[in-house]
C-alpha cells in the first residue's frame, strides 16, 4: 500500500516504508494529534514521537517489542497525556526540548538542544530548536542516506502555515525565522513533512506560500 499521511482517530495507523526505517502514523485524543513510531529495521529498536492520548492505543501499535526511547516534540498538554503510562509500561528513556522539559510531567532523561542526535539503532535523527510555537519546541529530522528527507515537526509546521503563536508578533517572528533557517533553508523541497497534526506535506507544496505566511502574520 502506498503511504498517504491520512489518519483518523479511531482508524488504522498507516505505515510509511524507507529503506532504513519504518515510520507508523496514528491519531489519537480528542484534539486528533499524531504519534509516530519509527523502527529502526537493522536492529528493532522503536522510538516514539509524541505519547499524546490513549495509552492503549499506542502500546497495540508499539507491540511487544517494547520502545527503547519516547520523544516529547513540546510542553503542550495534548502531546504528553500518554506520557505516564507509556513509559510506565515500556521503561523508554524519555527525551524532550532542553527549554520545554520542566513543563512536561515525567521527568526527562535526556534534554535536547538544537543540533543534537537522537538515535533509534542504527537511524541518527538530528533536533532542531525551534522557539515560537514553546520555548523548547524541537523538530527531528532524518536525511534518509537512500532518498531525500524526513521532518517531524511537532506543532511548528503544518500544511498552511507555521504553528500557533497566539497572535504574539514576537513569538511568530521568533517562530518564521527558526522554520525558515533551520528547515526550509537547510531541507530540499522533496522532504517529507510530519506534523503534530493533521496531514502530511512537503517542503516543496509550503514554501511557495512563506511570502503569505510572512504577510498575515501567522
Known amino acids: 500500500m502506498t503511504y498517504s499521511g491520512e489518519v483518523k482517530v479511531g482508524g488504522p495507523a498507516d505505515v ?9 502514523k496514528i491519531a489519537v ?15 528493532d529498536e522503536q522510538l516514539l ?13 508499539i507491540g511487544d517489542d517494547g520502545i527503547a526511547s519516547v520523544v516529547t516534540t513540546h510542553r503542550h ?3 504528553w497525556q500518554a506520557l505516564p503510562e507509556v513509559v510506565a509500561a515500556t521503561r523508554a528513556r524519555t527525551y524532550a526540548g532542553r527549554n520545554d522539559a520542566e513543563g512536561i510531567p515525567v521527568p526527562t532523561d535526556v534534554l535536547v538542544g538544537d543540533g543534537d542526535t537522537v538515535r533509534v539503532g542504527q537511524v541518527e535523527l ?13 523538530a527531528l529530522v532524518y536525511d534518509d542516506p537512500h532518498g531525500h528527507p524526513h521532518v517531524f515537526t511537532g506543532d511548528c509546521l503544518f500544511p498552511g502555515g507555521v504553528g500557533n503563536t497566539h497572535k504574539n508578533p514576537k513569538a511568530f517572528a521568533s517562530l518564521i525565522h527558526d522554520v525558515e ?38
Not at 510509511?16 to 507508523?24: S, V
Not at 514521537?49 to 501499535?61: F, K, Q, R, S
Not at 496531514?199 to 507544496?205: E, F, K, M
Open 16 to 24: 510509511h516504508e524507507l529503506k532504513d526505517l519504518m515510520i507508523t
Open 29 to 43: 485524543g480528542p484534539m486528533d494529534n499524531n504519534a509516530y513510531l519509527l523502527r529502526c529495521r537493522a536492529t
Open 49 to 61: 514521537i509524541d505519547a499524546a492520548n490513549d495509552a492503549h492505543t499506542l502500546l497495540g501499535m
Open 77 to 79: 498538554a495534548d502531546h
Open 126 to 138: 538530528t533536533a532542531r530548536h525551534l522557539v515560537g510555537h514553546t520555548p523548547g519546541s524541537i
Open 181 to 218: 533557517t533551520k528547515i526550509f533553508g537547510a531541507l530540499p523541497d522533496e522532504t517529507w513533512v510530519y506534523p503534530g497534526h493533521g496531514n502530511d506535506t512537503t517542503l516543496g507544496a509550503e514554501r511557495p506560500h512563506l511570502p503569505e505566511w510572512h504577510a498575515r502574520g501567522w
